[in-house]
Antibody
Framework: QVQLVESGGGVVQPGRSLRLSCAAS????????MHWVRQAPGKGLEWVAV????????YYADSVKGRFTISRDTSKNTLYLQMNSLRTEDTAVYYC??????????????WGQGTLVTVSS | DIQMTQSPSSLSASVGDRVTITCRAS??????LAWFQQKPGKAPKSLIY???TLHSGVPSRFSGSGSGTDFTLTISSLQPEDFATYFC?????????FGGGTKVEIK
């Protein structure tokens, strides 16, 4: 069965960096685009970034552009999110989500359980 | 960016009730609309894509409709496990955007 397991969250000071990982299993990881979506405490969902199946295309939300980098290692079936220059407003649960192949435009089918990032001094 | 507006933001209903949630896009998104369910402390679960297509395993009491700018999610007979928050999402283009959510509570 499809599994997405995020890790790497924690408490970090403003201005510092953190790298999140999402370990994928149960499907052919190298053939799917993958997303990061976040949710601030008590708030709604915010799409963060997407990476195409072959890593040739990346898109970012304006709120993270220039600070976050999405990448993947197909040999490890793992998606990453490198987060630099973190701000207090980046505090959220970060979910990785698999892109829905049945659609030609990007939405999600499976989600990981999330990892909490807290940016605080 | 395309803004997604959901209404109501919350509602109270009883088991067996028919529940309808609406989602409006700030511009035409054709049928590139998805719905998700989220329970407290859990990850979202994908329910519907292409405005009306159910993901595998989603009960048939859930249905979606609409195109263009106006969409609805209907639960035909509310079950205890359906009490949750529901989000719509447009995927007509980047950035992908979500509605603010509708919390369905027990009356």
């Amino acid at each position: 069965q499809v599994q997405l397991v995020e890790s790497g969250g924690g408490v970090v000071q403003p201005g510092r960096s953190l790298r999140l990982s999402c370990a994928a299993s149960g499907f052919s990881f190298s053939t799917y685009a993958m997303h990061w979506v976040r949710q601030a405490p008590g708030k709604g969902l915010e799409w963060v970034a997407v990476l195409s199946y072959d890593a040739s295309l990346k898109y970012y939300a304006d709120s993270v552009k220039g600070r976050f980098t999405i990448s993947r290692d197909t040999s490890k079936n793992t998606l990453y999110l490198q987060m630099n220059s973190l701000r207090t407003e980046d505090t959220a649960v970060y979910y990785c989500a698999r892109d829905l192949k049945e659609e030609t435009r990007p939405t999600f089918d499976f989600w990981g359980q999330g990892t909490l990032v807290t940016v605080s001094s | 960016d395309i803004q997604m507006t959901q209404s109501p933001s919350s509602l109270s209903a009883s088991v067996g009730d028919r529940v309808t949630i609406t989602c409006r896009a700030s511009q035409d998104i054709s049928n590139y609309l998805a719905w998700f369910q989220q329970k407290p402390g859990k990850a979202p679960k994908s329910l519907i894509y292409a405005a009306s297509t159910l993901h595998s395993g989603v009960p048939s009491r859930f249905s979606g409709s609409g195109s263009g700018t106006d969409f609805t999610l209907t639960i035909s007979s509310l079950q205890p496990e359906d009490f949750a928050t529901y989000f719509c999402q447009q995927y007509n283009g980047y950035p992908l955007t979500f509605g603010g959510g509708t919390k369905v509570e027990i009356k």
